[in-house]
């Protein structure tokens, strides 16, 4: 994906999600329908795996998060409706299990730094809009909490080390009644990377 496709993606949900959500008053409602529409029409049509399927995942987000802000809304919580309706957008396209949870996660608290939101509350907000949606993508509300709280670390990773302590704070507890696990191979990952950054 070009510099300039990819642009054009995040303009594109910014100004559908805006249209969207301005005025309404069912605006969590409004979001996940919006997010779904945004997501689908993104991955409708691509064969896109792995790297470039979380790219374009990521994108869609971005131009989600950005909506929500321009439009006055509170982007950490609004990221448990963005990710209820990326995950609806990720089943009508076929596009399923705990890597659409992951990805949807880290692009949710990597963005929301964009718009200065504070990144532990937009991971908290994530787990629970991946517990809502786990029947969407085919998985338990345990293995979506875990792999929402893995894609909010690496998201958090690529904000900076504070970010990381701020999100491991938030998403290492239980969150709507689920005990939130982190898999091991994040923790190891995620422990070399702060090694680095001291």
Known sequence: MTDRE?????????EYVTQTIGGVGDVGGA??????????????????TGAELR?????????????????????ESAAGSIMVGALR???????????AVLATSAA??????DVGADAGRTAKSAVEGAIKGARDVGVTAEQAASAAAS?????????SATAVDQVRNVVTKT??????????????????????AG
């Open 6 to 14: 990819k642009k054009h993606l995040v303009t594109e949900a910014q």
């Open 55 to 75: 790219n374009l995942v990521t994108d869609t987000i971005v131009g989600t998060i950005r909506g929500v802000a321009l439009v006055g809304g509170e982007v």
């Open 108 to 113: 949710l608290v990597k963005g929301s730094a």
């Open 175 to 196: 969150i709507s009644g689920i005990k939130v696990i982190i898999t091991e191979p994040l923790r190891s990952q995620d422990s070399g990377r702060r090694m680095k």
């Open 151 to 159: 894609g909010a670390l690496i998201g958090a990773g690529e904000i």
């Open 31 to 48: 979001i996940v329908d919006a997010t779904s529409n945004v997501v689908t029409h993104a991955l409708q049509g691509t064969r896109a």
């Open 89 to 99: 957008g990720a089943k009508q396209v076929g596009q399923t299990g705990v890597d």
